[in-house]
């Protein structure tokens, strides 16, 4: 019989540990959801060893946005996946991204552009985020779920001024841990897809 266990992978990079606490928060969400098995993977420790990333059924992007743009270890993670993008190796898996950044814009949204492109180029399935927006009526707080209003991926605010134990607020953990979770529901429907072979990529490494 079949295993229908997904893995998704959530592949972050974080600069001061804020958007550590969320890609925490996006794997307690996948997590929550049965058959589904999340795991973190730190994007500045993989040393061109990505088997996780290859054997995941689908991969959660996550960065701080640097000056309305993922951060430098982001990007060189990115570029490193050459060969994996030569080779289709993460073809069909699903992707999607969430990112942080001090101001509630910020220019955010450019960051998680940047990440749906990169996932287009592997020829992912890119998922978008589903809540409502939250904080945009008299009877809406800022303790509301999706409080910046955010669609293409999910999107959290952390104060300048405050460390990752207090920032971003439980309003985003929270919208994080729905985000993993719609993934993880989002993967069992797609399905199991193939893993990366490591010999399809040693041909022209």
Known sequence: MQDKRVSVAVAYHSGFGHTETLAK?????INSVED?????????????????????DAIVFGSPTYLGSVSGPFKMFMDATGQIWMHRG??????????????PAGD?????????????????????????PGNNSSTSTADSI???????GMMAQANVDEGPEVAP????????????????????????????QP???????
């Not at 492109?117 to 992912?124: P, R, T, Y």
């Open 169 to 196: 607020p439980n309003a985003d953990h929270r919208t994080a841990e729905a985000f993993g979770k719609r993934i993880a529901e989002a993967s069992l429907r797609w399905g199991k897809a193939p893993a990366t």
């Open 146 to 152: 999706n409080r910046l209003g955010a669609y293409q």
């Open 36 to 56: 589904a098995d999340g795991v973190l993977v730190d994007v500045n420790g993989l040393n061109d060893d990505f088997t996780v990333l290859n054997n995941a």
């Open 90 to 103: 993460w073809q069909n898996k699903l992707a999607a991204g969430f990112t942080v950044s001090a101001s």
């Open 25 to 29: 928060s996006v794997v307690n969400g």
């Open 108 to 132: 955010k949204q450019s960051t998680i552009i940047q990440m749906s492109v990169f996932a287009a180029q592997h020829g992912m399935i890119w998922v978008g985020a589903n809540d409502a």
């Open 199 to 205: 010999q399809e990529l040693e041909a022209t490494a």
